[in-house]
Protein backbone atom coordinates (compact mmCIF):
# COMPACT_ATOMS: atom_id res chain seq x y z
CA UNK A 1 0.00 0.00 0.00
CA UNK A 2 1.28 3.43 -1.01
CA UNK A 3 0.27 6.20 1.24
CA UNK A 4 -0.65 9.29 -0.79
CA UNK A 5 1.73 11.87 -0.58
CA UNK A 6 2.81 13.16 -4.09
CA UNK A 7 1.44 16.59 -5.52
CA UNK A 8 0.51 16.94 -9.40
CA UNK A 9 0.45 20.52 -10.93
CA UNK A 10 -1.36 20.59 -14.35
CA UNK A 11 -2.84 23.12 -16.75
CA UNK A 12 -6.59 23.58 -17.01
CA UNK A 13 -6.51 25.13 -20.40
CA UNK A 14 -4.74 24.81 -23.96
CA UNK A 15 -1.04 25.50 -22.15
CA UNK A 16 0.27 28.22 -21.18
CA UNK A 17 -0.69 28.85 -18.30
CA UNK A 18 2.48 29.16 -15.67
CA UNK A 19 3.10 26.00 -14.32
CA UNK A 20 6.51 26.08 -14.50
CA UNK A 21 5.73 29.28 -11.55
CA UNK A 22 3.77 27.17 -9.66
CA UNK A 23 6.43 24.16 -10.05
CA UNK A 24 8.87 26.12 -8.86
CA UNK A 25 6.88 27.51 -5.78
CA UNK A 26 5.70 23.85 -4.82
CA UNK A 27 9.23 22.56 -5.32
CA UNK A 28 10.35 23.65 -2.04
CA UNK A 29 7.92 21.73 -0.04
CA UNK A 30 8.74 18.63 -2.45
CA UNK A 31 11.95 16.20 -2.85
CA UNK A 32 11.49 15.21 -6.43
CA UNK A 33 10.18 16.79 -9.47
CA UNK A 34 8.80 14.28 -12.11
CA UNK A 35 7.82 15.16 -15.88
CA UNK A 36 5.54 12.77 -16.86
CA UNK A 37 4.71 13.73 -20.58
CA UNK A 38 5.66 16.04 -23.31
CA UNK A 39 8.56 16.86 -25.06
CA UNK A 40 9.95 19.80 -26.32
CA UNK A 41 6.83 21.48 -27.43
CA UNK A 42 6.28 22.82 -23.57
CA UNK A 43 7.53 25.84 -22.44
CA UNK A 44 8.29 26.84 -19.04
CA UNK A 45 9.44 30.26 -17.73
CA UNK A 46 10.59 30.78 -14.54
CA UNK A 47 11.91 33.96 -13.38
CA UNK A 48 14.00 34.33 -10.61
CA UNK A 49 15.60 37.49 -8.93
CA UNK A 50 14.57 38.92 -12.41
CA UNK A 51 16.63 36.09 -14.01
CA UNK A 52 14.33 34.61 -17.10
CA UNK A 53 14.99 30.96 -17.14
CA UNK A 54 13.33 29.08 -20.27
CA UNK A 55 12.77 25.38 -19.88
CA UNK A 56 11.65 23.35 -22.23
CA UNK A 57 12.25 19.60 -21.59
CA UNK A 58 14.45 20.04 -17.92
CA UNK A 59 11.74 20.11 -14.91
CA UNK A 60 11.13 23.68 -13.73
CA UNK A 61 12.07 21.97 -10.33
CA UNK A 62 15.49 22.26 -11.64
CA UNK A 63 16.04 25.82 -10.91
CA UNK A 64 15.66 24.36 -6.96
CA UNK A 65 19.15 23.24 -5.49
CA UNK A 66 18.84 19.71 -3.74
CA UNK A 67 16.10 18.54 -5.80
CA UNK A 68 15.79 15.44 -7.78
CA UNK A 69 14.22 15.91 -11.32
CA UNK A 70 13.21 13.17 -13.25
CA UNK A 71 12.10 12.55 -16.82
CA UNK A 72 9.70 10.07 -17.30
CA UNK A 73 9.12 7.06 -19.74
CA UNK A 74 6.46 9.21 -21.29
CA UNK A 75 8.49 11.80 -21.67
CA UNK A 76 9.54 12.19 -25.71
CA UNK A 77 13.38 13.77 -25.35
CA UNK A 78 14.93 15.48 -27.98
CA UNK A 79 18.80 14.95 -26.74
CA UNK A 80 20.36 17.86 -28.12
CA UNK A 81 17.81 19.82 -26.49
CA UNK A 82 18.25 18.60 -23.60
CA UNK A 83 21.95 19.72 -23.82
CA UNK A 84 21.27 22.90 -24.68
CA UNK A 85 19.35 23.66 -21.43
CA UNK A 86 21.66 21.60 -19.33
CA UNK A 87 24.55 23.91 -20.90
CA UNK A 88 22.84 26.92 -20.79
CA UNK A 89 22.13 26.18 -16.94
CA UNK A 90 25.92 25.60 -16.70
CA UNK A 91 27.08 28.98 -18.11
CA UNK A 92 24.90 30.41 -15.59
CA UNK A 93 26.42 28.80 -13.03
CA UNK A 94 23.81 26.10 -12.02
CA UNK A 95 25.43 23.07 -12.89
CA UNK A 96 23.09 19.98 -13.13
CA UNK A 97 24.58 17.00 -11.17
CA UNK A 98 24.05 13.38 -12.09
CA UNK A 99 22.34 13.04 -8.69
CA UNK A 100 20.05 15.63 -9.86
CA UNK A 101 18.63 14.57 -12.94
CA UNK A 102 17.38 11.06 -14.13
CA UNK A 103 16.45 10.78 -17.34
CA UNK A 104 14.31 7.61 -17.90
CA UNK A 105 16.02 4.58 -20.39
CA UNK A 106 12.76 4.19 -21.76
CA UNK A 107 11.40 7.67 -22.85
CA UNK A 108 11.37 7.87 -26.59
CA UNK A 109 14.05 9.81 -28.63
CA UNK A 110 13.16 12.70 -30.78
CA UNK A 111 15.48 12.20 -34.15
CA UNK A 112 16.08 14.45 -36.54
CA UNK A 113 13.66 12.90 -39.08
CA UNK A 114 10.64 13.07 -36.91
CA UNK A 115 11.08 17.11 -36.63
CA UNK A 116 11.50 17.07 -40.36
CA UNK A 117 8.36 14.73 -40.84
CA UNK A 118 6.40 17.04 -38.63
CA UNK A 119 7.21 20.31 -40.35
CA UNK A 120 6.73 18.63 -44.28
CA UNK A 121 3.27 16.97 -42.83
CA UNK A 122 2.14 20.42 -41.70
CA UNK A 123 3.10 22.29 -44.59
CA UNK A 124 1.35 19.69 -46.74
CA UNK A 125 -1.61 20.27 -44.87
CA UNK A 126 -1.72 23.77 -44.63
CA UNK A 127 -1.17 23.95 -48.75
CA UNK A 128 -3.77 21.82 -48.90
CA UNK A 129 -6.04 23.53 -47.47
CA UNK A 130 -4.99 26.68 -49.36
CA UNK A 131 -6.24 25.27 -52.24
CA UNK A 132 -9.67 24.77 -50.93
CA UNK A 133 -9.36 21.01 -49.27
CA UNK A 134 -10.38 20.51 -45.38
CA UNK A 135 -7.34 22.40 -43.16
CA UNK A 136 -6.06 19.49 -41.56
CA UNK A 137 -3.10 20.92 -40.13
CA UNK A 138 -2.80 20.85 -36.04
CA UNK A 139 -0.71 24.00 -36.31
CA UNK A 140 1.91 21.79 -34.54
CA UNK A 141 5.43 23.19 -32.36
CA UNK A 142 7.50 21.00 -35.54
CA UNK A 143 9.34 19.54 -32.58
CA UNK A 144 8.91 16.12 -33.81
CA UNK A 145 6.46 15.45 -31.04
CA UNK A 146 3.60 13.29 -32.95
CA UNK A 147 5.86 11.49 -35.15
CA UNK A 148 8.07 10.41 -32.13
CA UNK A 149 4.86 9.09 -30.23
CA UNK A 150 3.58 7.61 -33.80
CA UNK A 151 6.97 5.81 -33.73
CA UNK A 152 6.15 4.41 -30.06
CA UNK A 153 3.35 3.03 -30.96
CA UNK A 154 4.13 1.40 -34.20
CA UNK A 155 6.76 -0.07 -31.73
CA UNK A 156 9.21 -1.59 -34.42
CA UNK A 157 11.11 1.97 -35.76
CA UNK A 158 11.02 3.54 -32.53
CA UNK A 159 14.42 4.77 -30.71
CA UNK A 160 14.58 4.72 -26.88
CA UNK A 161 16.88 6.46 -24.65
CA UNK A 162 18.37 3.25 -23.46
CA UNK A 163 19.46 2.78 -27.09
CA UNK A 164 21.67 5.90 -27.67
CA UNK A 165 23.51 3.90 -25.24
CA UNK A 166 24.89 0.88 -27.74
CA UNK A 167 26.13 1.89 -30.85
CA UNK A 168 25.90 -1.26 -32.48
CA UNK A 169 21.97 -1.55 -32.00
CA UNK A 170 21.53 2.10 -32.40
CA UNK A 171 23.61 1.88 -35.85
CA UNK A 172 21.15 -1.43 -36.87
CA UNK A 173 18.15 -0.01 -36.33
CA UNK A 174 18.80 3.60 -38.11
CA UNK A 175 20.05 1.29 -40.81
CA UNK A 176 15.79 -0.13 -41.63
CA UNK A 177 14.66 3.16 -40.04
CA UNK A 178 16.68 5.52 -42.46
CA UNK A 179 15.99 3.62 -45.56
CA UNK A 180 12.20 3.67 -44.51
CA UNK A 181 12.27 7.58 -43.92
CA UNK A 182 14.02 8.86 -46.46
CA UNK A 183 11.32 7.77 -48.76
CA UNK A 184 8.44 9.04 -46.40
CA UNK A 185 10.09 12.53 -46.40
CA UNK A 186 10.50 12.60 -50.10
CA UNK A 187 6.75 11.78 -50.32
CA UNK A 188 6.02 14.69 -48.15
CA UNK A 189 8.42 16.85 -50.41
CA UNK A 190 11.21 17.63 -48.19
CA UNK A 191 13.73 18.13 -50.85
CA UNK A 192 17.10 17.00 -49.02
CA UNK A 193 19.81 13.97 -49.55
CA UNK A 194 18.56 10.26 -48.18
CA UNK A 195 19.02 10.14 -44.52
CA UNK A 196 22.76 8.65 -43.60
CA UNK A 197 22.36 5.80 -40.42
CA UNK A 198 26.05 6.03 -40.25
CA UNK A 199 26.31 9.03 -39.37
CA UNK A 200 23.39 9.23 -37.58
CA UNK A 201 24.33 6.58 -35.30
CA UNK A 202 27.70 7.98 -34.48
CA UNK A 203 26.16 11.32 -33.80
CA UNK A 204 23.07 10.26 -31.34
CA UNK A 205 25.23 7.62 -29.93
CA UNK A 206 28.18 10.67 -28.71
CA UNK A 207 24.57 12.63 -27.23
CA UNK A 208 23.95 9.69 -25.47
CA UNK A 209 27.23 9.12 -24.01
CA UNK A 210 27.51 13.16 -23.01
CA UNK A 211 23.33 12.26 -21.29
CA UNK A 212 24.69 9.42 -20.02
CA UNK A 213 25.25 9.63 -16.11
CA UNK A 214 21.58 10.86 -16.07
CA UNK A 215 20.01 7.87 -17.89
CA UNK A 216 18.68 5.38 -15.87
CA UNK A 217 15.88 2.81 -14.83
CA UNK A 218 13.13 5.79 -13.29
CA UNK A 219 10.35 3.72 -12.57
CA UNK A 220 12.36 1.66 -9.71
CA UNK A 221 13.69 4.51 -8.95
CA UNK A 222 10.55 6.79 -8.61
CA UNK A 223 9.35 3.46 -6.13
CA UNK A 224 12.52 3.62 -4.04
CA UNK A 225 11.73 7.51 -3.28
CA UNK A 226 8.11 6.84 -2.29
CA UNK A 227 9.18 3.73 -0.11
CA UNK A 228 11.79 6.25 1.61
CA UNK A 229 9.01 9.20 1.93
CA UNK A 230 10.27 11.29 0.09
CA UNK A 231 7.44 14.10 -1.66
CA UNK A 232 6.83 13.92 -5.08
CA UNK A 233 5.56 16.77 -7.09
CA UNK A 234 4.38 15.65 -10.60
CA UNK A 235 5.12 18.65 -13.51
CA UNK A 236 2.16 18.15 -16.82
CA UNK A 237 3.08 19.99 -20.01
CA UNK A 238 1.22 21.50 -21.81
CA UNK A 239 -2.07 21.41 -20.62
CA UNK A 240 -5.61 18.97 -20.28
CA UNK A 241 -7.30 20.68 -23.02
CA UNK A 242 -4.49 19.35 -25.68
CA UNK A 243 -4.71 15.88 -24.03
CA UNK A 244 -4.45 13.04 -26.86
CA UNK A 245 -7.51 11.47 -25.29
CA UNK A 246 -9.79 13.78 -23.40
CA UNK A 247 -8.82 17.55 -25.53
CA UNK A 248 -10.16 18.77 -28.04
CA UNK A 249 -9.28 16.11 -30.71
CA UNK A 250 -7.70 16.61 -33.08
CA UNK A 251 -6.29 19.61 -32.19
CA UNK A 252 -4.53 18.64 -29.12
CA UNK A 253 -1.08 16.95 -28.63
CA UNK A 254 0.53 13.58 -28.77
CA UNK A 255 0.78 12.60 -25.02
CA UNK A 256 -1.57 12.10 -21.76
CA UNK A 257 -0.88 16.00 -20.63
CA UNK A 258 -3.92 15.65 -18.25
CA UNK A 259 -3.04 14.06 -14.62
CA UNK A 260 -4.30 10.68 -16.37
CA UNK A 261 -0.99 10.76 -18.06
CA UNK A 262 0.79 10.26 -14.69
CA UNK A 263 0.52 6.40 -14.10
CA UNK A 264 2.21 5.28 -17.69
CA UNK A 265 4.18 8.13 -17.81
CA UNK A 266 6.33 7.42 -14.38
CA UNK A 267 5.23 3.89 -13.80
CA UNK A 268 3.61 5.16 -10.57
CA UNK A 269 0.25 4.13 -9.79
CA UNK A 270 -2.23 7.60 -9.39
CA UNK A 271 -2.82 6.12 -5.48
CA UNK A 272 0.33 8.28 -4.85
CA UNK A 273 -1.44 11.81 -6.01
CA UNK A 274 -2.79 13.58 -2.52
CA UNK A 275 -3.09 16.95 -4.00
CA UNK A 276 -3.64 18.12 -7.77
CA UNK A 277 -3.29 21.69 -8.24
CA UNK A 278 -5.09 22.83 -11.39
CA UNK A 279 -3.25 26.27 -13.19
CA UNK A 280 -6.08 28.30 -14.71
CA UNK A 281 -5.28 31.54 -16.51
CA UNK A 282 -7.39 34.13 -15.64
CA UNK A 283 -8.28 34.72 -19.40
CA UNK A 284 -7.97 32.22 -21.82
CA UNK A 285 -5.27 31.83 -24.70
CA UNK A 286 -5.03 28.94 -27.44
CA UNK A 287 -1.72 28.58 -29.64
CA UNK A 288 -2.05 26.37 -33.11
CA UNK A 289 -5.49 25.45 -35.24
CA UNK A 290 -8.78 24.39 -32.95
CA UNK A 291 -11.75 25.86 -31.69
CA UNK A 292 -11.86 28.43 -28.90
CA UNK A 293 -14.89 29.57 -28.50
CA UNK A 294 -14.34 32.64 -25.95
CA UNK A 295 -11.63 33.92 -28.57
CA UNK A 296 -11.92 37.62 -29.16
CA UNK A 297 -10.83 39.42 -32.23
CA UNK A 298 -11.28 42.46 -30.99
CA UNK A 299 -9.56 44.83 -29.06
CA UNK A 300 -9.78 43.33 -25.86
CA UNK A 301 -7.80 40.33 -27.41
CA UNK A 302 -5.32 42.71 -28.46
CA UNK A 303 -5.04 43.85 -25.02
CA UNK A 304 -4.70 41.07 -23.10
CA UNK A 305 -1.70 39.49 -25.51
CA UNK A 306 0.01 42.99 -25.30
CA UNK A 307 -0.11 43.26 -21.47
CA UNK A 308 -0.07 39.06 -20.87
CA UNK A 309 2.81 39.36 -23.65
CA UNK A 310 1.21 36.22 -25.15
CA UNK A 311 3.46 35.15 -27.72
CA UNK A 312 4.58 31.45 -27.13
CA UNK A 313 7.89 30.17 -25.32
CA UNK A 314 8.14 27.48 -27.56
CA UNK A 315 7.62 29.10 -30.91
CA UNK A 316 7.49 32.78 -30.33
CA UNK A 317 4.06 32.47 -32.18
CA UNK A 318 1.31 35.16 -31.01
CA UNK A 319 -1.28 33.01 -28.87
CA UNK A 320 -4.88 33.47 -29.67
CA UNK A 321 -6.66 35.14 -26.71
CA UNK A 322 -10.25 35.59 -25.14
CA UNK A 323 -11.80 35.35 -22.11
CA UNK A 324 -11.75 33.16 -19.75
CA UNK A 325 -14.37 29.80 -20.06
CA UNK A 326 -15.65 28.21 -17.00
CA UNK A 327 -16.38 25.52 -18.69
CA UNK A 328 -14.01 24.29 -19.97
CA UNK A 329 -11.79 24.57 -17.06
CA UNK A 330 -14.47 22.41 -14.67
CA UNK A 331 -14.36 19.96 -17.20
CA UNK A 332 -10.51 19.70 -17.22
CA UNK A 333 -10.66 20.02 -13.27
CA UNK A 334 -13.23 17.21 -13.29
CA UNK A 335 -10.98 15.40 -15.48
CA UNK A 336 -7.84 15.47 -13.44
CA UNK A 337 -9.14 15.36 -10.09
CA UNK A 338 -8.20 18.67 -8.56
CA UNK A 339 -8.46 19.78 -5.35
CA UNK A 340 -7.07 23.20 -5.83
CA UNK A 341 -6.73 25.72 -8.12
CA UNK A 342 -4.03 28.47 -8.51
CA UNK A 343 -5.28 31.68 -10.99
CA UNK A 344 -2.65 33.06 -12.86
CA UNK A 345 -1.37 36.38 -14.77
CA UNK A 346 -4.67 38.14 -12.55
CA UNK A 347 -2.70 41.02 -12.88
CA UNK A 348 -3.05 41.41 -16.64
CA UNK A 349 -7.06 41.68 -16.43
CA UNK A 350 -6.40 45.46 -14.75
CA UNK A 351 -8.08 48.09 -16.25
CA UNK A 352 -11.11 46.27 -17.92
CA UNK A 353 -14.00 48.00 -17.52
CA UNK A 354 -16.09 44.99 -17.31
CA UNK A 355 -14.65 40.78 -17.38
CA UNK A 356 -16.83 38.56 -19.59
CA UNK A 357 -16.63 34.50 -18.37
CA UNK A 358 -18.18 31.64 -20.05
CA UNK A 359 -20.13 29.80 -18.19
CA UNK A 360 -22.34 27.66 -20.61
CA UNK A 361 -22.73 27.03 -24.37
CA UNK A 362 -25.42 27.55 -26.79
CA UNK A 363 -25.50 24.78 -29.69
CA UNK A 364 -26.72 25.48 -32.93
CA UNK A 365 -30.45 23.77 -32.48
CA UNK A 366 -30.65 26.87 -29.63
CA UNK A 367 -30.26 24.15 -26.60
CA UNK A 368 -28.15 25.35 -23.69
CA UNK A 369 -25.58 23.18 -22.23
CA UNK A 370 -23.08 23.90 -19.49
CA UNK A 371 -21.07 20.52 -20.29
CA UNK A 372 -17.71 20.81 -22.14
CA UNK A 373 -17.31 19.32 -25.44
CA UNK A 374 -13.97 17.52 -25.92
CA UNK A 375 -14.19 16.92 -29.79
CA UNK A 376 -13.32 19.82 -31.96
CA UNK A 377 -16.15 19.71 -34.71
CA UNK A 378 -18.57 19.74 -31.74
CA UNK A 379 -16.73 22.52 -29.52
CA UNK A 380 -16.52 24.77 -32.86
CA UNK A 381 -19.88 24.74 -33.24
CA UNK A 382 -20.86 26.25 -29.46
CA UNK A 383 -21.67 29.84 -29.09
CA UNK A 384 -20.42 31.16 -25.39
CA UNK A 385 -23.23 32.06 -22.81
CA UNK A 386 -21.68 35.00 -20.98
CA UNK A 387 -21.42 36.18 -17.48
CA UNK A 388 -20.40 40.09 -17.16
CA UNK A 389 -18.30 41.04 -13.87
CA UNK A 390 -16.84 44.22 -12.85
CA UNK A 391 -13.54 44.69 -13.45
CA UNK A 392 -10.80 46.83 -11.08
CA UNK A 393 -8.71 49.96 -12.43
CA UNK A 394 -5.95 49.26 -10.03
CA UNK A 395 -3.03 47.80 -11.17
CA UNK A 396 -2.11 44.53 -8.78
CA UNK A 397 1.40 43.29 -9.35
CA UNK A 398 3.04 44.69 -6.91
CA UNK A 399 0.53 43.30 -3.84
CA UNK A 400 1.24 41.09 -1.63
CA UNK A 401 -1.20 39.44 0.64
CA UNK A 402 -4.29 38.78 -0.28
CA UNK A 403 -6.08 41.58 1.87
CA UNK A 404 -4.89 44.27 -1.06
CA UNK A 405 -6.98 42.45 -3.77
CA UNK A 406 -9.44 44.89 -5.35
CA UNK A 407 -13.42 43.74 -3.71
CA UNK A 408 -14.06 42.84 -8.03
CA UNK A 409 -10.57 41.19 -8.20
CA UNK A 410 -11.02 38.72 -5.04
CA UNK A 411 -15.45 38.61 -6.64
CA UNK A 412 -13.74 37.20 -9.73
CA UNK A 413 -11.53 34.44 -7.67
CA UNK A 414 -14.55 33.88 -5.97
CA UNK A 415 -16.58 32.82 -8.80
CA UNK A 416 -14.24 30.72 -10.94
CA UNK A 417 -14.29 28.84 -7.08
CA UNK A 418 -17.84 28.34 -7.36
CA UNK A 419 -18.11 27.22 -11.01
CA UNK A 420 -15.37 25.08 -10.79
CA UNK A 421 -16.51 23.29 -7.47
CA UNK A 422 -12.91 23.89 -5.80
CA UNK A 423 -10.94 26.44 -4.17
CA UNK A 424 -8.29 28.86 -5.38
CA UNK A 425 -5.37 28.65 -3.17
CA UNK A 426 -3.03 30.86 -4.97
CA UNK A 427 -3.47 33.75 -7.29
CA UNK A 428 -0.19 34.92 -9.46
CA UNK A 429 0.01 38.67 -10.09
CA UNK A 430 3.75 38.68 -11.99
CA UNK A 431 6.13 36.59 -13.18
CA UNK A 432 8.42 36.46 -9.88
CA UNK A 433 8.02 34.33 -6.99
CA UNK A 434 7.30 37.47 -4.98
CA UNK A 435 4.24 38.27 -7.00
CA UNK A 436 2.44 35.70 -5.73
CA UNK A 437 -0.59 35.57 -3.32
CA UNK A 438 -1.21 32.41 -1.30
CA UNK A 439 -4.88 33.01 -0.09
CA UNK A 440 -4.87 32.22 3.34
CA UNK A 441 -8.63 31.42 3.36
CA UNK A 442 -9.25 29.29 0.39
CA UNK A 443 -11.63 31.40 -1.94
CA UNK A 444 -14.28 29.04 -2.79
CA UNK A 445 -13.47 26.67 0.43
P1 LIG B 1 2.60 19.49 -30.90
O1 LIG B 1 2.56 19.15 -29.46
O2 LIG B 1 3.85 20.22 -31.30
O3 LIG B 1 2.32 18.32 -31.79
O4 LIG B 1 1.42 20.54 -31.18
C1 LIG B 1 0.06 20.18 -31.12
C2 LIG B 1 -0.80 21.34 -30.63
O5 LIG B 1 -0.56 21.54 -29.25
C3 LIG B 1 -0.50 22.66 -31.32
O6 LIG B 1 -1.70 23.40 -31.42
C4 LIG B 1 0.45 23.35 -30.36
O7 LIG B 1 0.43 24.75 -30.48
C5 LIG B 1 -0.15 22.89 -29.03
N1 LIG B 1 0.83 22.84 -27.94
C6 LIG B 1 1.71 21.87 -27.68
N2 LIG B 1 2.38 22.15 -26.57
C7 LIG B 1 1.91 23.31 -26.09
C8 LIG B 1 2.20 24.10 -24.93
O8 LIG B 1 3.02 23.76 -24.07
N3 LIG B 1 1.49 25.26 -24.83
C9 LIG B 1 0.55 25.63 -25.72
N4 LIG B 1 0.24 24.92 -26.80
C10 LIG B 1 0.92 23.76 -26.99
Known amino acids: MMTPSATAVVGLQWGDEGKGKIVDLLAADHDVIVRYNGGANAGHTVVIDG ?36 KSLRERGREVQPHQLLVSDRSHVVMPYHKE ?10 RAADHGDENLSIGTTRRGIGPTYADKVHRSLAIRMGDLLDKAVLRRRLDIVCAIRSRELE ?17 YHALGEQLAPYITDT ?133 FETLKLCTGYRLSDGTVTD ?51 CPVQIASVGPDRVQTIRMTEAVGA
Not at 117 to 126: F, I, P, Q, S
Not at 402 to 410: G, I, K, N, T, V
Request: with cysteine.
Open 187 to 203: ALGVDAPPLDAAALATE
Open 371 to 421: RFFPDARKLAMVEPIWETMPGWAEEIDSITSEDQLPAAARDYLDRIADFVG
Open 51 to 86: DRYALHLLPSGILSPDRVCVVGNGVVVDPQQLLIEI
Open 219 to 351: VYALHDAVRAGKRLLFEGANACLLDIDHGTFPYVTSSNCSTLGIPPGTGLPGSVIAETVGIVKAYGTRVGEGPFPTEDLGASGERIRERGHEYGTTTGRPRRCGWLDLVAVRYSAMVCGCTSLAVMLLDVLSG
Open 117 to 126: HDGALETVLA
